[in-house]
């Protein structure tokens, strides 16, 4: 693919400004060999973070465009919206009759992806004191018709509107908890609160990792979102999905030629004890902030592409069995 064409990218002066002297990489523990939890970075409490000054300034760009403002106020509308409490003491069944029937209930809402995992407390932000049993992980897939006009405020746009769904998923999924007397706590984007909703995405089965720092799915490749209920209602987790994308990855440059900073590292490397795909905190985040949330390389992955996936999937597939024999 060809090099994006917002190369050179300079950032507006304004943004150089509130630049920490800390760099956003070292926050994300870049390099580090030990294992330690994530610390917060951007999309919490901007009062608690290095990088809180450009969180706020994030919000405000484009002040008068029309599509952001009524995404924002529907997602608003949406966050806005009360759960019903815990109705009295929990019911009792088992895991799989309560898993089958969550998993029932969420064909009737609006989302796409669903998954069950158990909380790890490694994939919370530090600080955070959750112990519930279970993350229930949702995806809402963006239209991609939208997400493909990145970095345009179209897919800025996008990435709200979906959000909102997420969220809305979700509270309906813990009102349903509620109803059944268990209690359940709602996270939706893009405040990231307690809970890394990556991994336990990936460990429910929504995909892996792909280069440009996000999940690939089978199906609708990384152009979706996420959102969580932590609860302790009994479940069974859904199986984790692998299919080779580390391979493909290997292969292609197509996120890191589009992104316009080139923020994203050509080889895994070490991350607070694990080795993953890896995105330049303050390289992305400077574009990012002046164009609407960027997305363009999620937009640009080939999965992302409708229809793509499950055909690249079984190219995988016969490629691993080849090497196999
Ligand atoms: S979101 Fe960040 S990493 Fe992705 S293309 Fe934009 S600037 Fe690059
Ligand atoms: S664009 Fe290519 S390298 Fe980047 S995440 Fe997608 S498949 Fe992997």
Redesign the pocket.
């Known amino acids: 693919m060809a090099k994006s064409p917002y190369r050179p990218f300079h950032p507006n002066p304004e943004q150089i400004a509130l630049m920490p002297s800390v760099s956003g990489n070292t926050i994300n523990g870049l390099g580090e060999t030990p294992f330690r939890r994530a610390a917060p970075i951007y999309w919490h409490e901007p009062e608690t973070l290095h990088h809180g000054e450009l969180q706020k300034w994030f919000y405000t760009q484009n002040p008068d465009n029309e599509a952001i403002n009524k995404a924002r106020a529907a997602r608003n509308s949406i966050l806005n919206i009360e759960v019903p409490p815990v109705s009295g003491p929990p019911l009792q069944q088992s895991a799989e009759k309560w898993t089958q029937e969550l998993a029932a209930f969420v064909e009737s809402i609006d989302c796409e992806l669903f998954g069950i995992t158990a909380l790890n407390p490694d994939w919370t932000y530090e600080g955070a004191g959750l112990t519930q049993n279970w993350v229930i992980m949702v995806g809402v897939a963006h239209d991609y018709e939208q997400i493909a006009t990145a970095p345009e405020m179209t897919a800025g746009a996008e990435v709200i509107k979906q959000y909102g769904r997420g969220s809305k998923a979700v509270k309906d999924i813990a009102g349903w908890i509620h109803d059944r007397g268990w209690d359940a706590d709602c996270h939706g984007g893009p405040m990231a609160g307690p809970l890394l909703l990556v991994p336990h995405a990936i460990e429910c089965g929504f995909g892996e990792l792909?280069?440009?720092g996000?999940i690939?799915n089978r199906e609708y490749?990384?152009s979706f979102r996420l959102a969580a209920v932590v609860t302790d209602i009994p479940l069974i987790p859904t199986p984790k999905a692998t299919y080779h994308?580390d391979d493909?990855?290997e292969r292609?440059?197509?996120?890191?030629n589009?992104c316009p900073p080139e923020a994203?590292l050509p080889e895994k490397v070490m991350v607070r004890g694990n080795t993953k795909?890896y995105v330049d905190f303050d390289k992305c985040i400077p574009f990012f902030n002046e164009n609407s949330g960027c997305a363009i390389?999620i937009a640009?992955?080939?999965?992302?592409i409708p229809g793509r996936g499950p055909k690249i999937v079984q190219q995988l597939l016969r490629r691993a069995a080849r090497s196999a024999r």
Do not use: D, L, T
Request: proline share 4%; charged share 5%.
């Open positions: 792909g280069k440009h996000s690939i490749g990384s994308v493909f990855c292609c440059q197509v996120c890191a589009a994203i795909w390389c640009a992955c080939p999965w992302s």
